[in-house]
């Protein structure tokens, strides 16, 4: 199981280090959104890297529609990952939809993780009363319409509103992950994403956490920031970068590098 799974999802396993960190990529890339950090930390750690099932690198046989109905499948994938690898302690870095991930993983194993860091988190996308997701009900319809309609029409609107800080390059790179992506499971994959609130669980996390936003992100409101560190049980840090847009990692890996390097030898 553990080997197929290795196989499946394109694990890596690069960096000296004594310390294990892994890099988990959100909705719409794969592990190569990293290819901009992981360098800059491989004299430091061992890193694992991965894609998730979803993403376009992986073979679409693999996506099981009855399994990944929810965030539960991603996380039994993430641990099985670390499990066949022999880890028994590890820093997690989650971007967007595997932030979240990263959260139900250490509420299942707390022993497991040392640290999370969340890149662009969001324990619910929906507004809710008394609580602003960013998205209402009626918008997201028409984001999955959009999908529904024309693929490739809906990707050239979404990625420069996501990269939101003027990267041509980095548009182009998100586009083709997209693009990659088979669109019947982009859109399958975003109405979990969308349907998702893990609000209720979040006083259960007690691993440290920095949650890394920002400050303009079109996806994730700054007040979600301040709402997971109100909520989550673990000390929590908040970390805001000078810059927009919900993929830092692609936009401004220089601004989020010390971030990183920071957050994890708190």
Known sequence: MGNVLLEALNVRVVGSGEKI??????????QSAWQRIFPLFTPYYRIILFDLVCAGSVNPDYFDFRRYTT??????DLLNILDALGVNRCAYVG????????????????ELFSKLILIGASPRFLNDKDYHGGFDQGEIEKVFSAMEANYEAW????APLAVGADVPTVVREFSRTLFNMRPDISLFVCRTVFNSDLRGILGLVRVPCCIVQT????????SVAEYLRNHLGGRTTIEILRTEGHLPHLSAPALLAPVLRRALSR
């Open 21 to 30: 960190l892994v890099l988990a990529h959100g909705f719409g890339t794969d």
């Open 71 to 76: 965030l539960d499948a991603y996380v039994d």
């Open 95 to 110: 971007h967007s939809f595997s932030a979240m991930v990263g959260i139900l993983a250490s509420i299942r194993r707390p």
């Open 155 to 158: 990707v050239n609107g979404f």
């Open 215 to 222: 400050a303009k992100d079109v996806s994730v409101p700054a």
